[in-house]
């Protein structure tokens, strides 16, 4: 009797979301955008070799970080992120220091003790499956833990991102095919965030579908394109998709247009795009249009983490580098 | 006594049962063929994959992270070539994120020459996997060792490769695996899927067997002696031995040891042995250039130069595109009996 709530839920969908969660969305949007900011700035101070994050992803991003059933193990949420998801581990309850020692490798980066970039997260307490910097290779890993979740019971899912351009690998491809066998269909989210570009290839250069979603079609999995830099759009569909995925225990394939505001990474500069939309700036609009939050209490808002970052920046800079000695450690889990 | 491929399976039936492996999967792994060798007919958890290798090892990575304890299998090694990034990622995912995520997870896949396996079915793995750092590797050469090699694996914490010498796997073993019937036709048909329909077959384990384990690391001297060392693993250690009883004959004294565990490996019987005997000859039928044996002579020369008599010498595969389908071309490619006696009586004869 699942049918019949799903489209419940799917009228529930167009349904404007609470004030309280918009402005808990706009906090972390905010907190996320400043994280990014500052990860940039201290990149161009030369407190960081690179940075790579996901500014103009944050609409979506944080979406799916307050979306997820939280905690360790199959009867949670596992997510198998790309490197442009620091919304959705602020969402989670990361706190944006760790963020700062990664990029400055510290030996107290809490994601890889100094040993990989920016963005590249992992936490194992709320099944967030490293993330690595070969593209899409996550896609390839996400139906295992979707398997053990099937078998398992329970609803908890599996989420894997990543990028459009990314697609193009087999990894993608082998997601659609995995997560759809008729023997044994999986509860499996997969997300494609779609900028439009890969590094410097434009999609033109890249891909002639017109929707990456409809891919999914030829699988029979459920498929949709939305556009993710709109807050309750994207929220809404990602609450509406996760619930088809914990009920019926089957794939979804959710394409969310999103911007790249800074560039793929520092590689390219780093530098604001302005012609592109901006999430953020859109969402302010219309929470001052509909009187959610004033223009001042937003910018004391972002005044108020900016000088958290900063203060968190200083802390990190005079925090000591990884023991030469410590790349002995962890090679296997007895390692310790 | 059991071949291999017979102990490979009672392994894993064991493992399934009691060291909590939950899923055996690749290509043609599930019933009804159980495996292009037979290796997993009968098991309780194995499916049949898709034939999609980077799949295969995503999936395995995925259910060990869950919680699962998968032995995935590649159906030939020659086709896990395109998960090579996959295989490094495994390896690299418990350092990289400072030990926060470990993969419990063994790959099978048979390797080497031995079948007329043409340019496809003939690879070895060995070289290129003891290069992918994070993972432990073994290779058995005998039904008991792949046994007790397999227990290990499947106690792991970490990404273990389990190299299946081909040329091997339909061998019968010389020793007993603690648990197998004594008589070869009473464990066929225990447990050896009919011709046929099988439908309803199911087989009738041994019900003795035990958690013999291997350990890694852990080479064994599968024949003493004292006047020079042979180190193999895989299909190339029985010719070894045979040549060194072949050779004992006109006095040549030659100690054999079966590495089994690549990596890590057991350096300090190796060791031992050359301090004995000065001379030393390592063996394997990868190709010969960056092969794992080229590291040992590397060792060998660096810690063990001022006990050395002659130089070490590797005896590996001809450094070649391929191994060829016509028999003079296989032979040729790969050492064989008449190449690894010649190699030894060579070094044992070896005068500055």
């Known amino acids: 009797m699942s049918r019949p709530r799903l489209i419940k839920e799917s009228s529930e969908a167009s349904a404007p979301l609470e004030r309280e969660l918009l402005v808990r969305i706009h906090d972390l949007m905010v907190k996320t955008r400043v994280l990014e900011e500052r990860l940039i700035q201290m990149y161009k101070q030369g407190h960081g070799y690179f940075w790579i994050g996901g500014p103009g992803e944050e609409a979506f991003n944080v979406s799916l970080g307050l979306l997820m059933k939280k905690g360790q193990g199959p009867d949670f949420d596992y997510l198998h992120a790309h490197y442009r998801q620091s919304g959705t581990l602020l969402a989670l309850g990361e706190e944006p220091i760790g963020s700062l020692r990664q990029m400055k490798n510290t030996a107290t980066d809490p994601y890889s003790g100094g040993r990989n970039f920016a963005g590249h997260y992992s936490a194992r307490k709320y099944n967030v499956a490293p993330v690595s910097s070969p593209i899409e290779v996550q896609y390839a890993i996400a139906p295992g833990t979707a398997m053990v979740q099937k078998r398992h019971g329970g609803d908890g899912i599996t989420i894997v991102t990543g990028g459009d351009a990314g697609t193009a690998e087999g990894d993608f491809a082998s997601c659609l095919v ?69 009920t019926e225990r089957k794939p979804f394939l959710l394409e969310a247009n999103v911007s790249r505001l800074y560039g793929h990474s520092s590689a390219s500069g780093a530098n604001y795009a302005s012609n592109e939309v901006d999430c953020l700036t859109d969402f302010e609009a219309k929470l001052e249009k509909d009187g959610v939050l004033t223009r001042e209490q937003m910018d004391a808002l972002r005044n108020n983490y900016t000088e958290e970052m900063a203060a968190a920046a200083r802390l990190v800079r005079d925090e000591p580098q990884p023991d030469p000695e410590s790349i002995w450690k962890h090679i296997y889990a007895e390692d310790k | 006594m059991a071949n291999m491929a017979q102990a490979i399976r009672m392994a894993l039936h064991y493992a399934e049962e009691h060291l909590g492996v939950t899923d055996i999967f690749g290509e043609d792994v599930g019933a009804p063929l159980g495996g292009v060798f037979t290796c997993t007919q009968g098991l309780k958890t ?103 090699l397999l227990i290990t694996a499947c106690q792991e914490k970490n990404p273990v490769m389990f190299l299946e010498p081909k040329a091997l796997l339909r061998v019968k073993g010389e020793e007993r695996i603690p648990g197998e019937p004594d008589d070869d036709r009473a464990l066929s048909k225990l447990i050896d899927a009919p011709l046929g329909d099988r439908s309803q077959w199911k087989p009738q384990w041994p019900a003795g067997l035990e958690a013999y384990a291997v350990p890694f690391g852990k080479g064994k001297i599968v024949r003493e002696g004292t006047q020079l060392t042979v180190v193999s693993y895989g299909r190339t250690l029985p010719l070894c031995a045979k040549a060194a009883e072949t050779l004992a004959a006109d006095g040549i004294s030659a100690e054999v040891i079966d590495l089994r565990s690549l990596w890590p490996y057991d350096w300090e019987l190796i060791k031992a042995s050359v301090q004995k005997t000065g001379r030393v000859l390592f063996v394997n039928e990868d190709t010969e250039v960056t092969n794992f044996g080229e590291h040992l002579v590397r060792r060998t020369v660096e810690e063990l130069f001022y006990s050395l008599l002659a130089p070490p010498r590797l005896l590996a595969g001809k450094f070649l595109p391929g191994i060829g389908l016509a028999d003079a071309l296989e032979m040729a490619s790969v050492p064989q009996l008449g190449d690894i006696t010649t190699a030894i009586r060579s070094l044992a004869g070896e005068q500055p």
């Open chain 1, 178 to 246: 995995w997560s759809s066998r008729p023997v044994n269909p999986l509860p499996i989210l997969i997300i494609v965030t779609n900028n439009k570009w890969g590094i410097s290839t434009a999609a033109e250069g890249q891909h002639g579908e017109q929707r990456i979603s409809d891919r999914g079609k030829a699988f029979g999995i459920r498929s949709k394109t939305i556009n993710g830099n709109d807050v309750v759009e994207a929220y809404t569909e990602l609450r509406e998709a996760m619930a088809y995925v914990r």
């Open chain 2, 46 to 148: 194995t499916w049949n994959s898709p034939l999609d290798e980077r799949g295969i090892i995503g999936a395995a990575m995925g259910i060990a992270m869950a919680g699962g304890r998968p032995v995935a299998e590649i159906q030939f090694c020659d086709y896990v070539y395109n998960t090579i990034d996959l295989l490094k990622l495994a390896g690299n995912t418990c350092w990289s994120t400072f030990g926060d995520w470990n993969l419990p997870m063994v790959v099978r896949t048979p390797v080497g020459s031995g079948i007329r396996g043409s340019i496809y079915h003939s690879h070895s793995f060995d070289a290129t996997m003891t290069h992918i750092a994070g993972w432990k590797v073994v290779m058995p050469s005998t039904p008991l060792d792949a046994y007790g």
